[in-house]
């Protein structure tokens, strides 16, 4: 993660203006620091301006060869002042997204799957979290007329945000949190388990063949 693109700016552009205060730049710094799976390719990216004073947003693909397999958004806010709801100063932000086999997204009982995957693995990495919330979404497209010859496909959205747990000075473990994050995008990815050591992933069954890039 060492090499990743700094394409986001200053990561305190958030709206509020001035230096960003000591514990999100360290939190920020945390997040540029941590270490993920090779498969899991992340840049920086643009942050949202008028969801906090400051954020800070990456960007992942879950990739094989020339193949994406899932890919998602992962965004830092921060309020100084805390926020109502949030119950907190900081809050993170989530969009994962992978194509399915049309069968198993007709699964009853998928979205249930799916945020257990987040809940887990963020209990899988010892992390507690406050106020979470979040949709399961599917989606299914079919093909007529002179687009027919293409197979229907489905895909697996998940949106989520959460409270993570401030620590020493005020800090959240963040980079915790992004390798936790990581593991949810190697699970809707359909990744093989990970290396001894690390939290399980759970493989995803009859999953769409990956994408070429």
Not at 10 to 26: E, I, K, S
Not at 35 to 50: F, G, H, M, N, Y
Not at 104 to 113: G, K, Q, R, S
Request: hydrophobic letters at 40%; charged letters at 20%; proline letters at 10%.
């Amino acid at each position: 993660m060492d090499e990743r693109k700094e394409t986001g700016g200053d990561p305190g552009q958030g709206g509020a203006g001035g230096a960003p205060p000591p514990p999100f730049r360290a939190a920020v710094e945390a997040l540029r620091g941590a270490r993920l799976r090779p498969q899991i390719e992340v840049d920086s990216a643009p942050a949202p301006k008028r969801l906090a004073p400051y954020a800070y947003a990456l960007e992942a693909t879950v990739v094989d060869g020339e193949q994406d397999l899932a890919d998602g958004r992962l965004v830092l806010l921060h309020d100084p002042a805390g926020h109502d709801a949030w119950r907190g100063a900081f809050r993170l932000v989530t969009l994962v997204r992978a194509e399915l086999e049309p069968e198993m997204a007709a699964d009853p009982l998928l979205p249930d799957v799916c945020w257990s995957w987040l809940t887990g693995a963020l209990a899988a990495r010892g992390l507690t979290c406050g106020e979470p919330s979040g949709t399961v979404t599917r989606a299914s497209s079919h093909y007529f007329g002179g687009l027919s010859a293409r197979p229907a496909a489905s895909q697996i959205e998940i949106r989520a945000s959460w409270t993570p747990r401030e620590g020493l000075g005020g800090v959240p473990d963040a980079a915790a949190h992004l390798v936790a994050w990581s593991d949810l995008l190697a699970q809707v990815a359909g990744l093989p388990p990970a290396a001894p050591g690390d939290a399980s992933v759970v493989t995803l069954p009859q999953r769409r063949g990956p994408q070429s890039r």
